[in-house]
């Protein structure tokens, strides 16, 4: 079947004017009810079509095959990508679908990147809708005189004229020859200027065929927003076959680069008060049965193999397989109590580094206690000298610091209870409500008044003038080791020996010219 452009006859231009001045003049709301109709326009139904698409995360299969596709040539299908040329000089790859497709209007999104080294690429990537599948040719690595059309994204210039990269549609009724020379200029039916090579994200085409119109839309890949579309061509009154079979091909030449596509998806396009066939009318009866003997097949073979399993552990027989994954509310449950169990440990940390200071500040204060009595006993009644008064006020200092370690020791000693019973709820069976949170709040203001409380002992400690008394001894000075006399006998013999490595030096160098 012929793809054909249907052609309208040309009209008068002079009395085309006459009759739309007549027409603005007499009915001045023409426009209006144009506008209103085109604003409810209903848009067609789409339904996605799976044996007609891929994508990934999970595109190919284990043995390297897509499904409901074949790939050929030097076409190489991964899990998130279809690679149809590498980066090398001439290549051809192509994929296409296993099965026709019959759809009277339809929607394809193809999702592609096209990425090289160099300044300018070659040769291109082309999306084909042709009667049968041309799985190589010369014609961006498919076959040339084919029946439908190809959309080709061409990126080498080769009649010379700057205008490339570019997007073409070309048709063909299965007898014309593409023209390479000129980029297919002549047998073009629409095309636009797109750049389409080395963009930060992946270019999307969206090609539409509906109501016997071909529409373009393409996204240039500056943006992460999918349905940032801007127009391209559109091809009216276009009439391709009724069935045929989609690809995607691609080729290098002397210039390469690598042509990757992500996803190609398909939606059949049903008009507004249409219903839409079926599902089960889709699939012959052939096909049908065949998809139900291989699922009684299977289940037969895991019947088996439960069977088997049963009589290997009969421990285990009646009891539920547990979930293998988590849930959100696990998830959080476990968050909760592994930050729960963190506070725990660290508040058991401080616990223990109060816990030394206060037996140091029980070992300063008894043996300031002992020192204090020495003193009272030795002094006469009455007088008191300074180093009496001066240790009086560090005792003072000391004994209050140690009723502020006891009052924070005895805080945290009731973070950690009330952390104990948050975690015995929680293990009860009561997580996530309101009395776990406002034990968490509980927690965290003894927290605050423990780090208050112990910004205010240094500061204390800092601006009480006592601490001035109580300093270590200074380390008396180190005698020199060096006389003068014993430096000037090394310095003379420091020369001595300089003065002996340049003669022999000297020697060496004349004895070493008698050769020459």
């Known amino acids: 079947m012929a793809v054909s452009i249907a052609l309208r006859r040309a009209t008068n231009p002079p009395l085309f004017l006459l009759t739309f001045l007549t027409t603005l003049i007499f009915h001045p709301s023409v426009a209006d009810i144009s506008t209103s109709a085109s604003t409810t326009e209903e848009f067609p139904h789409r339904r996605f079509e799976y044996k007609y698409s891929f994508k990934g995360p999970h595109l190919s299969q284990a043995d390297g095959s897509i499904p409901f596709w074949i790939h050929t040539g030097n076409a190489i299908p991964s899990a998130d990508q279809v690679r149809i040329t590498p980066s090398l000089r001439s290549q051809r790859g192509s994929v296409w679908t296993k099965n026709k497709v019959n759809f009277e209007h339809w929607e394809a999104e193809v999702t592609f990147r096209v990425s090289g080294r160099g300044r300018m690429g070659a040769d291109g990537l082309a999306v084909w809708f042709t009667t049968t599948q041309g799985l190589d040719g010369p014609v961006y690595g498919a076959a040339d005189q084919w029946n439908g059309f190809g959309v080709f994204f061409d990126s080498f210039d080769n009649d010379g004229k700057k205008n490339n ?86 080729a290098t030449g002397g210039l390469a680069d690598d042509h990757d596509v992500l996803s190609f998806l398909l939606f059949r396009l049903t008009e507004p008060g249409q219903q839409p066939p079926p599902v089960d009318s889709e699939i012959p009866k052939e096909e049908k049965d065949k998809y139900q003997e291989e699922f009684q097949n299977f289940q037969q073979e895991l019947d088996k193999k439960k069977e088997e399993f049963q009589k290997e552990h009969p421990d285990v027989q009646g009891e539920p397989i547990e979930d293998l994954y988590e849930s959100v509310n696990d998830r959080e449950i476990r968050q909760v109590f592994e930050g729960q169990n963190r506070i725990h440990l660290e508040i058991k940390q401080l616990h223990r580094q109060l ?28 007088q008191a000298d300074s180093s009496s008064q001066q240790l009086g006020s560090i005792l003072a200092t000391q004994q209050d610091v140690l009723r502020n370690l006891n009052e924070l020791k005895n805080s945290f000693h009731d973070s950690l209870k009330q952390i104990g019973s948050v975690q015995h709820q929680g293990n009860a069976g009561g997580l996530g409500s309101y009395e776990t949170i406002q034990h968490f709040n509980d927690i965290k203001e003894h927290l605050h008044t423990v780090k208050r409380d112990v ?35 090394f310095v003379v013999i420091q020369s001595v020996l300089f003065f002996c490595y340049v003669m022999y030096k000297s020697q060496q160098e004349a004895a070493a010219k008698k050769f020459f």
């Open 355 to 382: 816990a030394m200071i206060l037996d140091e500040q029980r070992r300063y204060v008894s043996a300031i206690t002992d020192e204090v009595a020495k003193k009272g006993t030795n002094a006469e009644s009455g």
């Open 455 to 489: 910004e205010h002992l240094v500061q204390r400690n800092a601006q009480n003038p006592a601490e001035k008394v109580m300093k270590c001894p200074e380390v008396p000075p180190m005698p020199s080791c060096l006389s003068t006399v014993h430096f000037a006998i």
């Open 165 to 250: 990269p570019a997007i073409i549609v070309v048709g063909n009724n299965g007898n014309l020859v593409y023209d390479h020379q000129n980029d297919g200029s002549t047998q073009a039916l629409g095309t636009c200027l797109r750049d389409f090579r080395n963009k930060p994200y992946p270019v999307r085409a969206k090609i539409t065929y509906y109501k016997r119109t071909l529409t373009i839309l393409i996204n240039n890949g500056f943006t992460p927003d999918r349905e940032d579309y801007e127009f391209c061509t559109k091809v009216d009154n276009m009439i391709i076959p009724s069935e045929g079979f989609f690809g995607i091909s691609a």
